[in-house]
């Protein structure tokens, strides 16, 4: 029988088992897919350890993952698009990505191109998303001069792309070890902690048009300060800073997930993006991966490998 992830109560990586579950057959307009590669999400850690549980409960024995890649192996009735071998990206909303099949409404797949890595198109949905939702709540234009803060997280790395690529000069927040890629991408690196708001003065002295917070801490306050207009700070994740200081709050749900997601496999495939990949883990190893995550330090995503790919 085929594997996936599942917990049966909330708490921290402990609770995490790889369990033997029956492929579900495709539905009216469903499909199947082999999952090759799963990318995980600082968020599941907290649906896991029930902190959304209002929002988002868990129903017992639960599943987890948003962002697969895999290869189409069954389809049901109705389907046009995908076909049974073809190559895929998948966004889930059903928290099951992390299996060895996946099956799901056939309108949750997009095409993998070719040219675009399994474990970088694991990546794309929950972070790029994301990335795109910010760059939008920021409203980034050409000329612009936008402070992403978390540059080299898995939404800051594709931020910090997506603003250069926009024509924006791109001041990155992160540790010293990661500023020498983030400058090879086109950014200004700066280190995060106190004293930020002068040492971005002191890079840009012109000023800062549009803020991205991908961590919290105190980057709503820096934008602020810095005199950055309200309607062009966005945080993903300080809710409380977010109303406190009446700024964005947009996160991946306020974009269209197919339509960004197939821009963002394009832009991979043509050379224009790319997501560092720091660590792999095997599925069966799902809770070092999430010990791992749970550090909040490194460059990029991280991506459990379910299976060879080819
Ligand atoms: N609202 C939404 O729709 C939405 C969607 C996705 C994610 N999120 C949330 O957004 C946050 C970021 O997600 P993610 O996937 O990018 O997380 P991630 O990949 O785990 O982010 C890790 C990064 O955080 C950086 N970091 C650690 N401490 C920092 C600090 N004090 N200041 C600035 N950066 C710091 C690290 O940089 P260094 O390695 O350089 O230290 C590391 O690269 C999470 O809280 C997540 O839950 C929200």
Not at 139 to 159: H, S
Not at 237 to 264: H, I, Q, W
Not at 282 to 301: S, T
């Amino acid at each position: 029988m085929p594997k996936a992830v599942r917990f049966s109560r909330y708490g921290g990586s402990e609770v995490l088992d790889v369990v033997e579950v029956d492929a579900r057959e495709p539905g009216r307009r469903e499909v199947q897919v082999s999952v090759v590669s799963v990318a995980i999400n600082p968020g599941e850690i907290q649906v896991r350890q029930g902190q959304f549980h209002d929002a988002f409960p868990a129903h017992f024995p639960e599943g987890q993952g948003s962002d697969f890649a895999g290869v189409v192996t069954k389809v049901g009735e109705g389907v046009d698009f995908p076909r049974v071998g073809d190559e895929v990206i998948g966004f889930s909303d059903s928290r099951d990505a992390q299996a060895e099949f996946v099956t799901i409404d056939a309108s949750r797949v997009i095409p993998k191109p070719h040219a675009v890595d399994w474990n970088v198109a694991a990546c794309l949905f929950v972070a790029g998303t994301t990335a795109r939702a910010c760059i939008i709540a920021v409203d980034v234009r050409p000329g612009d001069t936008v402070v992403v803060a978390g540059a080299a997280g898995g939404v800051g790395i594709i931020a910090t792309q997506l603003a250069v690529l926009a024509g924006a000069a791109v001041v990155a927040t992160a540790s010293e070890e990661n500023h020498a890629y983030l400058r090879s991408l086109g950014a200004i690196p700066v280190a995060y902690g106190p004293g930020l708001a002068e040492r971005i003065r002191k890079i840009v002295p012109d000023g800062v048009d549009a803020f991205i917070d991908t961590h919290g801490a105190d980057n709503v306050k820096v934008a602020v300060e810095l005199g950055v207009p309200k309607d062009r700070i966005n945080t993903i994740t300080d809710y409380a800073a977010k109303n406190k200081f009446r700024v964005k709050g947009a996160g991946m749900s306020t974009v269209e997930p197919r339509e960004v997601l197939t821009e963002l496999a394009r832009l991979v495939a043509n050379g224009d993006l790319e997501i560092p990949i720091y660590a792999t883990y095997p599925l069966d190893r799902v809770r070092a991966a999430y010990e791992r995550l749970g550090l909040r330090h490194g460059l990029g995503k991280i991506v459990l490998e379910v299976r060879p790919a080819g």
